[in-house]
């Protein structure tokens, strides 16, 4: 091997290094765009995965240019891999019920709900739980993924009788002002609705 080669080489295993720096930081931002509605510290836990993923399949790419072999390293972030999913297996349950429960959803904040033994006003859904106050003043936080196994009993008197109507509107438009006419069109006593 000359020294050109050499050069080449580690010039190489840089450049490796400077793509995976940039993908690593170019996910982190699309990431944090995507997923701006989850809570931060979950936001920036899935932005580390993903960080820890590409830097190391970069630095992978990287030896393997050198020439080293990354059967052993593979082996284990695989071994790694299976653990991890293992450890965070009820957390991934939960935020995947949560998303399932967004197609049809039997109840919202401020709703009164019966689920798995427990009865509370729902005060809080968040990607992992639904958090309940109870008649004595306890939160009590129920895993989403119950949601999807246990009859769930809203219990809000004529909850049947709500609609919900949901309504996009551009950054430019005033909030308040925007919500003053609805309800004023609402309230309209010539609005008629026709079965």
Known sequence: MTPYDFLYEIAIFGSIL???????????LIIRGVFKTWMPMMRAHFQRVVSVTIWVI??????????????????????IGVGALIAVKDTLENIGAKYF?????PFKVGDIIKVAGSTGKVI????????????NE??????????L?????????HV??????????????????FESEILKTCNNPTLTLSP
Not at 63 to 72: E, K, W
Not at 101 to 105: A, F, K, L, P, R
């Open 18 to 28: 400077v793509m995976t720096f940039i993908a690593s930081r170019i996910f982190g």
């Open 58 to 79: 970069g630095l992978m790419f990287a030896f393997q240019q050198l020439g080293l072999r990354v059967d052993f390293l593979l082996l284990v972030l695989g071994l």
């Open 101 to 105: 429960s967004d197609v049809y959803v």
């Open 124 to 135: 809080e859904i968040n990607p992992i739980t639904t958090v309940l106050l109870t008649e």
């Open 138 to 147: 306890e939160l009590v936080s129920i895993p989403n993924s119950l949601f």
């Open 149 to 157: 196994k246990e009859k769930t009993e809203n219990l809000t008197p």
């Open 160 to 177: 049947w009788k709500e609609i919900l109507v949901p309504i996009t509107i551009g950054s430019n438009i005033n909030l308040p002002e």
